[in-house]
């Protein structure tokens, strides 16, 4: 029969990390460690009104009626075991924690039911000495935390068998470990790139290059550099996508292009990361603790507009050292540590030399121009009598991708005889798009 609470209720679940090998190893001592452990859990949960339903081996199952009780016996619990002075076979005893709050089922007992597996597959992600909460227990003691202690966002998992994803949070105290590891959980690979709705035209040297270049584990700062219309964010977006089962927290895309204060870099990056600013300590703090033991990979883009933050991302990198960072942008960083990658326009023909529609359709400019024309004229073509003026037309756009969609948009009212002729002499066409674009 259950003697705990019943209808909405916090479980508190843990155990203790590499228990298994520390029974195989020190049996006699782990015996003893075990009974100390016991009882500083059980005292930790009675003070604050919690019900120990069930134990198996080193782990222990808590129930209370009130989610900021349970948050101040985990507190309490993890300060007694970070203090005690254990068997010195073992060493501290380090015991990882989990906190959800839901609907409590009873049957022949016992609890059962999806708050219990949520519990159970939070816990299964953290490490010794952390404590995991959910989002539902989150928002019940956000605003009534014991004095000193906060939640800090990790993010948002798929847990093992659970369909719904998890934001989880971590209980951190300043007498208490901070820094873990990442999170065990099995889909880590997450990202917000966005979504490209036509495929990327050429680009397999740049693309190769600049994989190699970020594979490499001394290079963390990429820059990928080239005037405005060059395709410096399509290219960004392709090489993070193909990095993307690389990193275990994912690849995340942060858009700059239309932020001119340097000061405001960091939030945008915050924003993205779900990272809550906080009055009382700076930005970069609280970015560099959100990361430090993340493995993930930061794309850049626009950074033209706030170069001047370029100090600030090196400070990033210092704080956490399993990032990377890719950037695009008009101009270099000039910071310790970064590595320039000059986009180049996209590939032309000679135009002083005769060449077959078929031949000419193989310059990535020419395919592109080809691509973006059908898009807004379904029955356009290249053919022997417009492949001349179409590899001209790509000629006077400098190869620039941007320009050559734009001018590629105009062939549902123009014929690209017509087209070129529009663009004779306007010798700074390309420019323009230079300027106005990314």
Known sequence: MIHGPTGTVTFLFTDIEGSTKL???????MRVALARHDAILRQAI????????KTVGDAFCAAFANATDAITAVLSLQRALAVEVWVSEIGAIRVRAALHTGDALVRDGDYFGPTLSRVARLLAVGHGGQTLVSLATQALVRDAL?????LVDLGQYRLKDLFRPERIYQLAAPDLPAQFPPLRAPDTQRTN??????PLIGREREIASALALLRKPDVRLVTLTGPGGVGKTRLSLQIAADLLGEHEQGVWFVELASVTDPGLVLPAIANVLSVKDSTDRPIVEALGEHLRHLHLLLV????????????????LLRAAPRIKILVSSREVLRVTGEHQYPVPPLDLPDVRRRQTAAMLVQYEAVAL?????????????ITEQNAAAIAAICVRLDGLPLAIE???????????QALLESLRGRCRFADRFARDHS
């Open 300 to 315: 850049l883009d626009g950074f033209e507009h706030a170069v001047n933050a370029a100090t600030l991302i090196v400070d």
């Open 369 to 381: 121009f080809v691509q973006r024309a059908k898009a807004a004229k379904a029955d356009f073509d």
């Open 406 to 416: 734009l001018a590629a948009a105009r062939s549902r009212v123009l014929a690209p």
């Open 146 to 150: 014991p004095e000193h202690a906060r």
């Open 23 to 29: 029974w195989e190893q020190h049996p006699d001592a």
């Open 193 to 198: 790139l966005p979504a490209q709705s036509t």
């Open 46 to 53: 009675a003070d604050c009104g919690g019900y120990v339903f």
